[in-house]
T-cell receptor
Framework: GEDVEQSLFLSVREGDSSVINCTYT??????LYWYKQEPGAGLQLLTY?????DMKQDQRLTVLLNKKDKHLSLRIADTQTGDSAIYFC???????????FGSGTRLLVRP | EPEVTQTPSHQVTQMGQEVILHCVPI?????FYWYRQILGQKVEFLVS????????KSEIFDDQFSVERPDGSNFTLKIRSTKLEDSAMYFC??????????????FGQGTRLTVV
């Protein structure tokens, strides 16, 4: 079945770039998403990419998509302590509106 | 900015009791969803709802679960007879399929359900 995998933990120093990786199995994925979850809060949509694109940039965020390898990454430039959170990768197939989430990557930004 | 609102933020209930979780989706959205996240696990899809009926549901969404849109603004999830394993954070979401991203779903803050 459909599956989305992420590494569990990433620690970076403030000011450095962070790269969070995700792999997925559903070749019919139409849209891929990155959500952010701060402690005790809900899921905040950060950005998304359509499957016929290979890159999308939105201020400090860059999403790269390698459709052949089914690999998605989120790069956060100039990472700040406020970026510390759990980041979820999610995808949906063309025939469904439901989202399949990864386990989340906990990003810790050290001062 | 419009947002999805969930109440209560935390619900404690005894095993076997019925519980209803409440959500107010974004007003012009047409698709509504429930997801859950058991502590330390993935966010899992439960059900989607469109045009006053369930459009898709997962294996988790068995006969103990039901959803309803009792009026023009609320969207509820009912668990008929709660079990310990129903303890989780429940997220409501809504989306507008006519937008630039067909399934750009906006999530509420969640209701933490604890079954004791």
């Amino acid at each position: 079945g459909e599956d989305v995998e992420q590494s569990l933990f990433l620690s970076v120093r403030e000011g450095d770039s962070s790269v969070i990786n995700c792999t997925y199995t559903d070749s019919s994925s139409t849209y891929l998403y990155w959500y952010k979850q701060e402690p005790g809060a809900g899921l905040q949509l950060l950005t998304y990419i359509f499957s016929n694109m290979d890159m999308k940039q939105d201020q400090r965020l860059t999403v790269l998509l390698n459709k052949k390898d089914k690999h998605l990454s989120l790069r956060i430039a100039d990472t700040q302590t406020g970026d510390s959170a759990i980041y979820f990768c999610a995808e949906n197939g063309d025939s469904s509106y439901k989202l399949i989430f990864g386990s989340g990557t906990r990003l810790l930004v050290r001062p | 900015e419009p947002e999805v609102t969930q109440t209560p933020s935390h619900q404690v209930t005894q095993m076997g009791q019925e519980v209803i979780l409440h959500c107010v989706p974004i007003s012009n959205h047409l698709y509504f969803y429930w997801y859950r996240q058991i502590l330390g696990q993935k966010v899992e899809f439960l059900v989607s709802f469109y045009n006053n009926e369930i459009s898709e549901k997962s294996e988790i969404f068995d006969d103990q679960f039901s959803v309803e849109r009792p009026d023009g603004s609320n969207f509820t999830l009912k668990i008929r007879s709660t079990k310990l394993e129903d303890s989780a954070m429940y997220f409501c979401a809504s989306s507008d399929p006519t937008g630039s991203s067909r399934t750009e779903a906006f999530f509420g803050q969640g209701t933490r359900l604890t079954v004791v």
